[in-house]
């Protein structure tokens, strides 16, 4: 892969506050009692044990980023390396994070984990940099612009807006009674379902970019594809 623009890389996930506050409040409650209460290092080994133990998993890097990999770090202290090249889908959700997908392997950037919104934002630079298909979606009609072109996922082809006939209503709400007001597009070369659209800058949709998420949203024996979190 080539290098990022205006990125710094490596990037790493910073200090687990909460474990990082923990740890010095059993640290500053195990000096005050050996200090003030005359109590002797054997009495107090437990509340230093905890104090380390809180400190250790504070420290950062949990996650770290270079051009070529993303690496997390479990509890136990094992690394688990992902290629850059290997990457298939991101997804940014509404919570600040982001699902890190590659092949069928989601890792989840967490708006909890410390520097989010960085590693957020590189890998949002790296997908469009990386994956021709980045902001690909099943559209609603009225998420849809004008003359924008879609794209169909099983024959390929390539068409915009207006030549759209047929079109696929989510069914009302059990509970409330009422209709949804959605429709998804159909194919109007082969009525299938699986019309994508650029719902992040309304861009059309290219070859490339409808060919290789045909790729990556593979069929299992039963002809269901597989679907990240985000696609539909």
């Known amino acids: ?80 390396s992902y290629l850059l090249e290997d990457l298939t889908w991101v997804y940014p959700t509404d919570d600040g994070g982001a699902y890190v997908y590659f092949d069928d392997k989601r890792i989840d ?52 807006k207006e030549e759209i006939r047929s079109w696929t209503e989510v069914p009302k709400s059990f509970w409330q009674g009422i209709k949804t007001d959605l429709f998804y597009p159909k194919c109007l070369c082969c009525g299938e379902p699986w019309v994508f659209a650029n719902t992040l800058d309304g861009s059309p949709v290219t070859l490339e970019g409808i060919e290789k998420l045909d790729e990556i949203l593979w069929k299992d024996k039963d002809g269901d594809r597989y679907l990240p979190f985000g696609i539909i």
């Not at 009225?142 to 082809?157: A, F, M, P, T, Y």
Request: aromatic share 12%; net charge positive; with cysteine.
């Open 109 to 160: 950037l967490g708006a909890d984990e410390p520097g989010h919104k960085k590693l957020r934002a590189v890998f949002e630079k790296i997908a469009r940099d990386k994956l021709p298909y980045f902001g690909y979606k099943t559209p609603d009609r009225n998420s849809l612009v004008r003359k924008q072109v879609l794209g169909c996922l099983e024959c390929h082809s390539l068409f915009p």
């Open 1 to 80: 892969m080539k290098k990022l623009q205006n990125v710094d890389l490596p990037l790493s996930s910073g200090f687990q506050k909460i474990y990082l506050g923990l740890g010095l409040v059993f640290g500053v409650l195990c000096i005050y009692v050996m200090v003030f209460k005359d109590t002797s290092l054997k009495d107090v080994s437990f509340v230093i044990f905890t104090s380390l133990g809180f400190l250790f998993f504070s420290r950062p890097g949990k996650i770290k980023l270079t051009n070529t990999e993303l690496t997390l770090r479990s509890w136990t202290g094992t690394r688990t």
